[in-house]
């Protein structure tokens, strides 16, 4: 089992629509956890944190479900500038591990 | 403001012909990285450096080798490149501390191209 899993998609939808995506992880004692978004041959950039209380930002939620060992991000009201790939970032605790997912693909389609 | 800056942002290099990528940072961050990362694959973790302590991942070839000579600047040395080396080179700093990951923030990154 891979540490870190995530849906490759890619996730078409259309604009205005609600995206949920999930990142599984594998080791529970799992520590710190974000979400990162990929626009084509670009770095990543931090999107937010996840906390364990879960967190909002604007239209972007995540949540994190330790029981089950996943974190999700939900997107509202989507627009076509969402449109890229999503990495979940797992910290097995201290800073030198960190584990990213592969991505997941968000295609918003006008 | 650009806060992790990687040059050259593309590099052409031959099979076998050493090259070295840069990056700075002007946050002072006491944590630098250093990831590989080829198409549709997540960011791997090459090695990185808490201060002047170098980490090398267990899976990192030989033919990668890195330098921090001070806090702002890590370099990063292919010695014979193959052409399964051709990939985006990211560079990210973190502030660590208590042993505790903070926001990584990353470089614009290098892609390099193996002929």
């Known amino acids: 089992r891979k540490e870190v899993e995530q849906d490759p998609g890619p996730f078409n939808v259309p604009e205005g629509a609600t995206v949920a995506f999930n990142c599984t992880y594998s080791?529970?004692?799992?520590?710190?956890f974000f979400w990162y978004r990929q626009d084509c041959r670009k770095e990543p950039k931090l999107l937010m944190s996840v906390y364990s209380s879960g967190n909002e930002d604007g239209r972007f939620t995540a949540q994190l479900n330790r029981a089950s060992q996943y974190i999700s991000l939900l997107i509202r009201d989507s627009k076509l500038s969402d449109s890229a790939t999503y990495l979940c970032?797992?910290?097995?605790?201290?800073?030198?591990?960190?584990?990213f997912g592969i991505g997941t693909k968000l295609q918003v389609i006008p | 403001d650009a806060m992790v800056i990687q040059n050259p942002r593309y590099q052409v290099t031959q099979f076998g012909k050493p090259v070295t990528l840069s990056c700075s940072q002007t946050l002072n961050h006491n944590v630098m990285y250093w990831y590989q990362q080829k198409s549709s694959q997540a960011p791997k973790l090459l090695f990185h450096?808490?201060?002047?302590?170098?980490?090398n991942e267990a899976d990192t070839p030989d033919n990668f080798q890195s330098r921090r000579p001070n806090t702002s600047f890590c370099f990063l040395d292919i010695r014979s490149p193959g052409l399964g080396d051709a990939a985006m080179y990211l560079c990210?700093?973190?502030?660590?501390?208590?042993?505790?990951?903070?926001?990584?923030?990353f470089g614009p990154g290098t892609r390099l191209l193996v002929l």
């Open positions: 450096y808490y201060d002047k302590d170098f980490n």
């Open positions: 970032v797992v910290n097995r605790g201290g800073y030198q591990k960190v584990t």
């Open positions: 080791n529970s004692a799992s520590q710190s």
């Open positions: 990210a700093t973190s502030r660590s501390s208590g042993g505790r990951l903070e926001t990584q923030y």
